[in-house]
């Protein structure tokens, strides 16, 4: 087994194909330098919280004590279906039996806007990206995108002792897909509160500067800075498989069945580099994120190896922080129900602020700030996708049903008697 991708996926992947098989040659070959990292856990490197040995999640050792060769450094530059080969960039070829691609994804930089290949321009992806913004020592950054990356970037140059921060979003307001407009105004709140300026609906034209970035224009205003951090999405790396010929689907991710398996004979693919179905929403899409790619390399791994199981789809969800608060979201907006029925059950104090949205009886939308009481009840009635009583029901009735089902009505019951929406 030869899997291209050393992140969570391809190890998810070469860790399952271990446990169904302790025979069979496992093979990772790993772009970076780096062991296997935890990239959810970069802000806070970034920030100066954890030093780059608390970011790797394993050691050469670990790969060993499972009979694991790993490959650091090794960039592939082919794949040959035919011969069942991986061509490197350094000449070897390396046969396999079974091949499972786990690529990732790579961040999107407007390379052809004038400015933005002026030193000063960076993105988030990498341990080497870390370094090299921290060898920079920026004082004033713009944050290009207001998603999850984007703000934790943000927060954690903050943290490191940058001057000002400030967050361009194009959209008209920040992290739309996950939030509605008074949502984050709330968040826009917490986020000034800690020194960070947001402007939303506004349009990076260009990056001003000679020999490097010394300023950003938007269709508003200029922004005097001496870095940008990229942050407007991340798109899967697909470009390997589509070379040999894999086929890719609808939204740019290579296509694969529930059981991780691509269009061609014993390849297989995992994570970020592929689409999926979108558990709430019925559809395909690109939800990047750690969870799906771990059950996905889970799911190749044990394929690969003849134990078949089925990956049941994926959904967005942010979960991020504002110093010590949380920030939840999943499902659907009201933005995203516009023209349907609907109800909001909405709490809001002085210290947080609560949102679930309903449909026909069901959770199909949270937002929180500064609480994740509920967040696990949720989520798990979401994913049920069963209606929920919203009657309170008494000892007595505990019993007819399942305690989930009970635990989340009595908490919506509670919540409806305190919403102030």
Not at 24 to 50: F, M, N, R, V
Not at 95 to 104: N, Q, V
Not at 235 to 244: E, G, T, W
Request: net charge negative; proline share 3%.
């Amino acid at each position: 087994i030869v899997i291209i991708g050393n992140g969570v996926s391809g190890n998810q992947a070469a860790l399952a194909a271990r446990k169904n098989d302790d025979a069979c040659s496992i093979l990772i070959l790993g772009k970076e330098q780096y062991t296997e990292y935890a990239a959810g856990a970069l802000p806070d490197y970034l920030s100066g919280h954890l030093t780059k040995e608390q970011v790797l999640v394993k050691t050469k050792e670990d790969y060993r004590k499972n009979n694991i060769e790993l490959w650091l450094e090794a960039e592939v530059t082919a794949i040959k279906p035919e011969e069942k080969q991986v061509l490197l960039s350094d000449g070897r070829a390396v046969e396999y039996g079974k091949l499972i691609i786990a690529t990732g994804s790579f961040p999107v930089q407007l390379r052809k806007m004038e400015g933005t290949s002026l030193p000063g321009n960076f993105v988030l992806k990498t341990i080497q990206d870390v370094d090299d913004m921290v060898a920079y020592q920026p004082e004033r950054i713009v944050i290009v995108g207001s998603g999850a990356i984007g703000l934790e970037g943000g927060l954690a140059l903050k943290e490191r002792g940058a001057k000002e921060v400030k967050v361009v979003e194009m959209l008209d307001w920040i992290t739309m897909k996950s939030l509605d407009r008074y949502t984050a105004d709330l968040l826009v709140k917490e986020l000034n509160a800690v020194g960070i300026d947001v402007y939303s609906g506004e349009n990076v034209l260009s990056v001003d500067g000679t020999d490097r970035v010394c300023g950003v224009q938007t269709n508003k205003r200029y922004i005097p800075c001496d870095m940008v951090l990229w942050a407007i999405g991340v798109r899967p790396s697909v470009q390997l498989a589509q070379d040999a010929g894999i086929a890719l689907g609808t939204t740019g991710g290579i296509l694969v069945d529930d059981m991780m398996r691509t269009n061609l004979p014993d390849i297989y693919a995992c994570g970020d580099c592929t689409e999926s179905t979108d558990r709430f929403r019925k559809k395909q899409v690109l939800n990047l994120l750690w969870e799906a790619a771990a059950r996905q390399g889970e799911v190749a791994g044990n394929c690969c190896t003849g134990n078949e199981k089925e990956f049941n789809g994926s959904f967005a969800a942010l979960i991020t922080y504002v110093g010590d608060k949380p920030i939840v979201a999943f499902g659907f907006t009201e933005k995203d129900l516009e023209g349907t029925e609907y109800e909001v059950l909405q709490e809001e104090t002085e210290s947080f602020f609560r949102k679930v949205i309903l449909q026909d009886g069901k959770v199909v939308g949270v937002q929180m700030i500064n609480t994740m009481e509920g967040a696990d009840l949720l989520l798990a009635q979401l994913q049920k996708e069963a209606p929920v009583d919203m009657e309170l029901l008494d000892d007595t009735e505990v019993g007819r049903y399942p305690i989930l089902h009970t635990a989340t009505a009595a908490f919506l019951h509670d919540l409806k008697l305190r919403t102030t929406k």
